[in-house]
């Protein structure tokens, strides 16, 4: 069965905290995304990479990076934590084709700054 | 610029009554459009998805969603809703790069009454 795993449920950090969150996708797809949820907003891109070392910043990368060194892992770094950054994170990994296109989905990650 | 709206953030429904949620887009050529369902506290899990040929598309958990051009519609259906049914539901279509980014709908929140 297809997994994207991401490492921690809930988070509770404090402003200023450098804060890691990791995924890691068992399907070997070379697309992966983080993704941020906040009520009445949907789901917006804040990074996205196509391979190894490779990134491209998504909607909303202001005060993130991100560090892809393996294939299966995809780090979203909140450098300096702000509470404006307290939501849900959802990443995910897409297997791509012209009439196959689909993304999978970790369990999300909600974190909290205080 | 590819968006997509769902009109309706929230929606009750008796259980056992029909459903519809309503998805729009806008986009510069044929869509690739799907359907997730989050319920609360999980990740995104795909309902139903349409790349091309017949418009109306059959899902999981007795959802189907008919695709119609001329109104740049997905709207989403279901003839009979169970309690279960109650979650977050959003709409997205993959952007025009196909390399599985996601623009995503605001989302639809379900309750069902029983």
């Known amino acids: 069965d297809v997994k994207v795993t991401q490492s921690s449920r809930y988070l509770v950090k404090r402003t200023g905290e450098k804060v890691f969150l990791e995924c890691v996708q068992d399907?070997?797809?070379?697309?992966m995304f983080w993704y941020r949820q906040d009520p009445g907003l949907g789901l917006r891109l804040i990074y996205f990479?196509?391979?190894?070392?490779?990134?491209e910043k998504g909607d909303i990368p202001e005060g993130y990076s991100v560090s892809r060194e393996k294939k299966e892992r995809f780090s979203l770094i909140l450098e300096s934590a702000s509470t404006n950054q307290t939501s849900m994170y959802l990443c995910?990994?897409?297997?791509?084709?012209?009439?196959?296109?689909?993304?999978?989905f970790g369990q999300g990650t909600r974190l909290t700054v205080v | 610029a590819q968006s997509v709206t769902q009109p309706d953030i929230h929606i009750t429904v008796s259980e056992g009554a029909s459903l519809e949620l309503r998805c729009n887009y806008s986009?510069?050529?044929?869509?690739?459009l799907f359907w997730y369902v989050q319920s609360p506290g999980q990740g995104l899990q795909l309902l139903l998805k349409?790349?091309?040929?017949?418009?109306l598309v059959q899902g999981i958990k007795g959802f189907e969603a008919e695709f119609k051009r001329s109104q740049s519609s997905f709207n989403l259906r279901k003839p009979s809703v169970h309690w279960s049914d109650a979650a977050e539901y959003f709409c997205?279509?993959?952007?025009?790069?196909?390399?599985?980014?996601?623009?995503f709908g605001q989302g639809t929140t379900l309750q069902v009454k029983p």
């Open positions: 990479s196509y391979d190894v070392k490779m990134k």
């Open positions: 986009y510069g050529a044929t869509p690739y």
């Open positions: 399907m070997d797809h070379e697309n």
């Open positions: 997205a279509v993959v952007d025009l790069s196909n390399t599985g980014k996601l623009i």
């Open positions: 995910a990994s897409a297997e791509v084709g012209p009439m196959n296109t689909e993304a999978f």
């Open positions: 349409y790349f091309s040929g017949d418009t």
